[in-house]
């Protein structure tokens, strides 16, 4: 009993800590007026979508930032629901997030086994094994068919999420970019499961520091990270969220 009086207070530290860090976070941010950087206009849609633009320095830190607040809202969404349910129910409960930013070390490693896991298990189960089981005399190209089938179908359900969010709105979203944003991390996961086996890459994924290896397999999903965040932008969403948390502004 003292143990589990212990896991539940130690899983409320680390929901008010999480919390804590969130408005802090958030509050930074309150500062710029002008965040996230991210094209205005008519053609909003497509400025900057595939153009050198997405490697600009602004580009690059707005889309890292606002990974940064997907996963630490998300970890702390997470974590107030798992002190409700164990506080309550006294039912167990997974982390939902397992700091995918800085400590993944590969696509699959990102997806897989830290980011949202309750929604990957979801995918596992209801996508990618119900199609695998009809492509699995392909072998490994089962696994890839089934794999990118995953990712797209996750990319139609957020395709669905914009799509509510703009319902009552007077503007519309840029479809087809958030489902491009997650087959874009489809082909990610491929390219690792083609290339990851070669001795080359074998040697390397074992010899690298992990921070290397972060850092590597953000440079190539932080730059499209846009595709997903800017019609959460177009609709200030970011701050809409901010009205949950107490904040340091300026007066």
């Not at 400590?103 to 995918?123: C, G, I, M, Q």
């Not at 596992?124 to 089934?146: D, E, F, M, T």
């Not at 070669?198 to 590597?216: E, N």
Request: contains cysteine; hydrophobic residues 45%; aromatic residues 14%.
């Amino acid at each position: 009993e003292n143990s589990e009086t212990g896991e539940k207070l130690h899983g409320l530290k680390n929901y008010l800590l999480g919390y804590l860090q969130l408005s802090i976070f958030l509050s930074f941010l309150n500062f710029y007026q002008d965040f996230p950087v991210y094209p205005d206009g008519e053609n909003s849609e497509t400025d900057g979508i595939m153009s050198i633009e997405m490697f600009g320095k602004d580009r690059l830190i707005s889309n890292f930032l606002l990974a940064y607040f997907y996963q630490a809202s998300l970890t702390v969404c997470g974590g107030g629901l798992a002190v409700a349910v164990e506080g309550t129910l006294g039912w167990k409960t997974i982390d939902l997030m397992k700091n995918p930013l800085f400590e993944a070390t590969s696509p699959r490693d990102f997806w897989s086994r830290r980011w949202n896991k309750n929604v990957h298990t979801s995918l596992k189960r209801g996508c990618y094994k119900p199609i695998y089981s009809h492509v699995s005399h392909l072998k490994a190209y089962g696994k890839i068919i089934a794999g990118l089938a995953t990712f797209l179908a996750s990319g139609l359900l957020h395709e669905w999420i914009v799509h509510v969010m703009y319902h009552k709105n007077s503007l519309d979203p840029s479809y087809g970019f958030t489902a491009l944003f997650f087959v874009w991390n489809g082909v990610l996961v491929v390219l690792q499961s083609l290339l990851g086996e070669l001795a080359i890459f074998s040697v390397a994924s074992k010899a690298l520091p992990r921070q290397i290896s972060t850092a590597m397999l953000l440079s190539a999903a932080i730059p499209v990270a846009h595709w997903f965040c800017q019609d959460y932008d177009r609709i200030d969403f970011f701050r809409h969220f901010q009205v949950g948390f107490p904040l340091i502004v300026k007066m």
